[in-house]
């Protein structure tokens, strides 16, 4: 399944149900996730102990991470694919993206498994093709979290502002939540249509909450000022 402009994609061409047409910013060529091509990879912070190709367990392998069954959609697709996609609609890289659901997944009452991921990240992720070190999964872990609170903080301001419309933010809101659902579904998370509309019901309910506090702060500011 893949992003196509005007709407999403499976990878046998039947179109994805839309939960309401909506026209798009971005309309420029959406590159496809599941290719195979014979591109080389490289992440920047593999573990300098080696490296595995991750086409057949190896011995000693977790039974969980043997089981794990994120990012199958993907089988095909190399790193350098998914960071271009990702790098053209979001903040983060393919690096980013894959820990962090990482890091979700294998966390226990104690904290996250770091080393169990960065030791098995070619088994957990197709796209992944070093191990890491458990350095390196944190320090991929917080580059994360970083961009996302500052991500939020950029787009908290610019529907506070009165910057944009009511009609602009609901696109904006739109688009994000399309974008984010494909890579909810890439990981292997099957949404409803009844899943996919209780969301957009909730975020948009959010954003009328926060344009409505805006204009009323925005009120007190000027009454203030008179």
Known sequence: MAYHGSGFKYDDGRR????????????????TLGMDEDSDVGDGAPDAGGA?????????????VRS???????????????NEFLRERTYITAREWAIARLCADFRTETGVEMTKIGEN?????????DT????????????????????GATFL?????????AEELDDIMYEATEVAKFLLEVEGVDLSVEEELE??????????EVRE???????????EGD
């Open 199 to 208: 969301a957009e019901e909730r975020i948009s309910s959010v954003m009328r």
């Open 68 to 82: 794990y069954e994120r990012f199958t959609k993907i089988d095909g697709a190399r790193y350098d694919r998914a």
């Open 52 to 64: 595995g190709s991750g086409d057949d367990p190896e011995p000693g392998v977790p039974e969980d």
């Open 121 to 129: 990240l070619p088994e957990l992720v197709p796209f992944m093709e």
């Open 157 to 165: 301001y610019g529907a506070m502002c009165d910057f944009f419309t």
């Open 132 to 151: 890491y070190t458990p350095q390196a999964v944190n320090q991929a872990r917080a580059a994360f979290e970083e961009k996302v609170r500052t991500a």
């Open 213 to 223: 506090a805006s204009a009323e702060l925005r009120r007190e500011e000027l009454a």
């Open 16 to 31: 994805k149900t839309a939960v309401r047409p909506r026209r798009h910013a971005f309309q420029r060529r959406e590159p």
